[in-house]
């Protein structure tokens, strides 16, 4: 079991639950040591002085806070530790808000919360089963590790989770950030229809596991191969063009039709209950020794089947997602496949399963 990075008391009103902070996430980054190039030695950061370039003990370094060019308030570590807030005992609900009023871009870091002990259990059920019927969140502040947080207590999954949020000043403006915001455009009605009903036909269900971190795949396949002594072959992919603003009726049209073939192929892999077909029942007559079919109208029979097989599989990849693409894609080690679309691997994997003509 993790051990908690905190524990004290969660209250709201007169009500208290000792409980118990435990990290919700965990990064898979893959890390890396420095070394000088063409040797083993580890490179490390020291701190030195900017102007002497002589090392400087840690004891000796100060804050400052910079007024002018080369002016600095002094500030010593003691009297940033006189006015931390130190360490909370108490996460204390303020008040309620709707979940629905709160921007995801206020929320940082997710944290689970736990009883500290099952003589808990019933008030940690109590706050749980509450909120998640009333579908709010609790606020509170909440000091830790020396930084105080402005905090969601939300109920997911029948238990508690902790969410550290930005304050409103830490929100940049869009408006201010971001270069070529549209104010007003003109759009008609029917590309507006047709864009709603490109994104209903490509709905899906949120299903987390389908999802994965496709550049850290790579670095770990980059490390076996460069361990292997295999060929590293490096190539940015082909580059993603910009849909024509004069094209763009054509292309949400195209983009429907391939969608709904999609759905339909999909629909018609389900079961659909109904019995076959009269003929595929049928027993087939003897014919007293005779063949009932010449040479050639079996090798047209498989060269069709040939073809009902191709056929088929491309079906069968137009049903997946692009994340079962994507691993299909890394089995067989296409590449360029992180760079690609959904489309463009399917293309990638169909061409990779026809079979190549040999040489004359």
């Known amino acids: 079991m993790a051990r908690p990075v905190w524990t004290g008391v969660l209250s709201f009103g007169l009500v208290t639950v000792p409980v118990a902070l435990y990290t919700a996430t965990r990064s898979h980054d893959v890390r890396f040591h420095q070394l000088q190039r063409g040797t083993s030695d580890r490179v490390r950061n020291k701190r030195v002085n900017e102007r ?8 000796d370094i100060v804050k ?24 909370s005992k108490t996460i204390d609900i303020g008040g309620f808000v709707d979940l629905a009023e709160v921007d995801p871009i206020f929320f940082d870091k997710t944290y689970y919360l736990g009883p500290r ?14 909120l998640e019927h009333a579908n709010k969140a609790g606020l509170a502040m909440f000091s830790m590790r020396g930084k105080e947080y402005l905090t969601a207590v939300r109920s997911e999954g029948g238990l508690l989770e902790l969410h550290t949020m930005h304050f409103a000043d830490e929100v940049r403006d869009p408006r201010t ?22 994104i209903g036909a490509l709905a899906i269900d949120w299903e987390p596991e389908d999802w994965h971190d496709t550049y850290e795949e790579q670095v770990r396949k980059l490390i076996e191969d460069k361990l292997a002594g295999r060929e590293i072959a490096v190539s940015a992919g082909p580059e993603p063009e910009a849909t024509n603003v004069i094209d763009l009726m054509d292309a949400l049209r195209r983009s429907l039709d391939t969608a709904r073939e999609g759905k339909a192929a999909e629909r018609a892999k389900k079961p659909s209950g109904r019995s076959a077909p009269a003929a595929a029942a049928r027993t087939p007559k003897t014919t007293g020794g005779k063949k009932s079919t ?26 997946l997602t692009k994340a079962e693409l994507y691993k299909r894609a890394t089995d067989l080690d296409i590449p360029h496949r992180s760079t690609m679309t959904r489309d463009q691997l399917q293309e990638a994997l169909e061409q990779a399963g026809r079979p190549r003509r040999a040489a004359s």
């Not at 002497?52 to 004891?59: A, K, Y």
């Open 52 to 59: 002497t370039g002589r090392e400087v003990d840690f004891g």
């Open 177 to 198: 950030e971001v270069d070529n915001l549209p104010e007003k455009v003109d759009l008609s009605e029917q590309e507006v229809k047709t864009a709603e009903q490109l």
């Open 64 to 87: 400052g806070y910079e007024v002018t060019e080369g002016e600095y308030v002094i500030v010593e570590p003691d009297e940033l530790e006189q006015i931390s807030p130190g360490r």
């Open 294 to 319: 010449s040479a050639k109208t079996a090798t047209a029979t498989r060269a069709t089947g040939k073809k009902r097989a191709s056929a088929t599989g491309a079906q069968q990849l137009s049903q």
């Open 117 to 130: 002990g099952k003589e808990y259990a019933k008030v940690y059920a109590l706050l749980v089963e509450a």
